[in-house]
């Protein structure tokens, strides 16, 4: 027998899974200059949407133009409100844990539920529902054959991409994995509404992880420890016998789950967590952290002890150097350098003051390999040759920096090099 919910309740419910996001949103508006911090804005107009969308662009603290350096891309839903958190975790775990990436917050501030949901429905809970939905599609082809190529066209960005969403915006990243997999790499559904019409994306999703090939995709879920609204005696341990309404948004989400886990053959790395002492309005924050941890786990730098160690053998290190190379590529579908510049650099120098010359040589001619554009490159590798009495090298690595910038103190470092070999 179905459950009946008296009215105000069903409007709580229904109202619950976006009052958050809507409470965030018109903080926001109180503070215009807020995402000026952050992110600068940008625009487009949709042709397929027929209208104007405006989102948000955070280039990496490294970027510089002159570098001609391209980065992978993340596309934040609601990125109004979650492209400052996306950052903020950035700041502190890219480079080590993840790498730098481009941000591009879409704004979802008008048309949310229309452009985030993937099937009509007149009733939720019993209730009529007058909003506009079901357009998930729609809004799926405009970011893939308009917003894509703009920022493409536009912004360094590499075909590595990743999709982050919270609530309807996390039932839009599922359906993205299931309907669209070859659009992103990675896919981050917090709190995901997989709820929606009566669980028809799951459904549709049975069939469909069981036959594809997910291999080199991953998707991170989270459930926060908002299971029932009124039950405090419901958990994570008895929510599944539940059956009322108020727990269907849990029970959804565990469901889908478990048929992921079912399906762990068909090649999708996959992550589930449960925030027992978050909220809907509240699992956003920690959920971006880990998320992000667990879809870029193989990114994170290893060995890091074997560098730091003063006995480690050349040859090892170079192998290492060598695996991460390998390993990058075959996840990101490109080359990418296996560490920054700066690393290389300043495993060189420290190298040089250990007295372990072969390991700084071997340092500073990977910086030249993977950075060939790099004038510091060749001057630190000048600054070793110069190290060991060898100026005329030391001349022609120096000459080679002079060639990439106009710097005069490069210029001035020839004419000392040179008038010190007279």
Known sequence: MENIMPKSLKIILTAGIVIFIQQSANAQADHPNYLQKVGETDSIFSQILNESREFYIQLPASYYPSKQQKYPVAFILDGEIFLPTVNEMQNYYSGGYTPEMVLV?????????RDLTPSKISTKYGMPFNEENGAAENFSEFIENELIPYVENKYPVTSFRTLIGHSYGGLFAIYSLVKHGDLFTNYLAIDPGLDWDDQKLSKEAKGILTKRDFENKALFISLSGQLHMQNPQIT????????????????????????VKQNA????SYQWIFYPDDIHGTIPFP????????????????????????DTPKEELHDLIKYRETKLREHFGYFEPPYPEDILNMLGYMNMEMQQP??????????????????NAYDSMADYYESTGDLPSAIKYVSKAAEL???????EKIEKLKSNTN
Request: aromatic residues 18%; glycine residues 4%; without cysteine.
């Open 105 to 113: 917050g879409i704004s979802n501030d008008k048309n949310r539920i």
């Open 287 to 310: 959920s971006i952290r880990d998320g992000l941890i667990y879809l870029f786990e193989w990114f994170q730098m290893e060995n890091t002890d074997r560098f730091n160690s003063f």
């Open 265 to 268: 053959d068909n090649g999708l």
């Open 405 to 411: 910038s106009d710097s005069n103190a490069y210029r």
């Open 358 to 375: 072969e390991k700084a040589k071997m340092y500073f001619e990977f910086a030249i390999e993977y950075y060939p554009e790099s004038a």
């Open 236 to 259: 994570i341990d008895n929510v599944l016998q539940d059956t009322t309404d108020f727990t269907l948004f849990a029970r959804s989400n565990i469901a889908f789950s478990n048929m």
